[in-house]
T-cell receptor
């Protein structure tokens, strides 16, 4: 069964610290993996998207890595800010030939950054 | 910038009422999606549409219908609202048929059914 598992479920860190969020998936065949940030009460916003041939992608202080062999991805946040407090959702797209109706969403990691 | 708007941020309805959730995108995207998001469950796809008047069932279509009469607008209809349809509803859109294209989400509608 295609699944996306994220860990931890929630995380509290102090402002200025780094953190890493994990995503493990069992989706096959694999097309791409995305990380979204969702502020409370808002819609998700894309941070990164990686295909199976990419193993790292950055967006400012956010760096995503992908190991397609072990089917693991991580999202590293550097020098966290209060505005990083949000849920981070890992989304995997299977390669079924051209439809986005098959995206598989993780349940998200809720990050709280404290002053 | 792509903009996906939803008609209401918050909505309170009574059991048995017919409910319409509207979504509009301004970037001429072919594909539009309706998801619901519940704590501990993540996003689940209700319906999607890849063209005007076309629709496909997602993972949880029961109790819902959709309408896409114009390219920019995708409506979600709850024919007879029930309390288990209390949820956050998110609309999204994307361009073209490539699985690599980004989905852009609206701000969400938090629906409460009493």
């Amino acid at each position: 069964k295609n699944q996306v598992e994220q860990s931890p479920q929630s995380l509290i860190i102090l402002e200025g610290k780094n953190c890493t969020l994990q995503c493990n998936y069992t989706v096959s065949p694999f097309s791409n993996l995305r990380w979204y940030k969702q502020d409370t009460g808002r819609g998700p916003v894309s941070l990164t998207i990686m295909t199976f041939s990419e193993n790292t992608k950055s967006n400012g202080r956010y760096t995503a890595t992908l190991d397609a062999d072990t089917k693991q991805s991580s999202l590293h946040i550097t020098a966290s800010q209060l505005s990083d407090s949000a849920s981070y959702i890992c989304v995997v797209s299977p390669n079924y030939g051209g439809s986005q109706g098959n995206l598989i969403f993780g349940k998200g990691t809720k990050l709280s950054v404290k002053p | 910038d792509v903009k996906v708007t939803q008609s209401s941020r918050y909505l309170v309805k009574r059991t048995g009422e017919k409910v319409f959730l509207e979504c509009v995108q301004d970037m001429d995207h072919e594909n539009m999606f309706w998801y619901r998001q519940d704590p501990g469950l993540g996003l689940r796809l209700i319906y999607f549409s890849y063209d005007v008047k076309m629709k496909e069932k997602g993972d949880i279509p029961e109790g819902y219908s959709v309408s896409r009469e114009k390219k920019e607008r995708f409506s979600l209809i709850l024919e007879s609202a029930s309390t288990n349809q209390t949820s956050m509803y998110l609309c999204a859109s994307t361009h073209g048929s490539s699985v690599y294209n980004e989905q852009f989400f609206g701000p969400g509608t938090r629906l409460t059914v009493l």
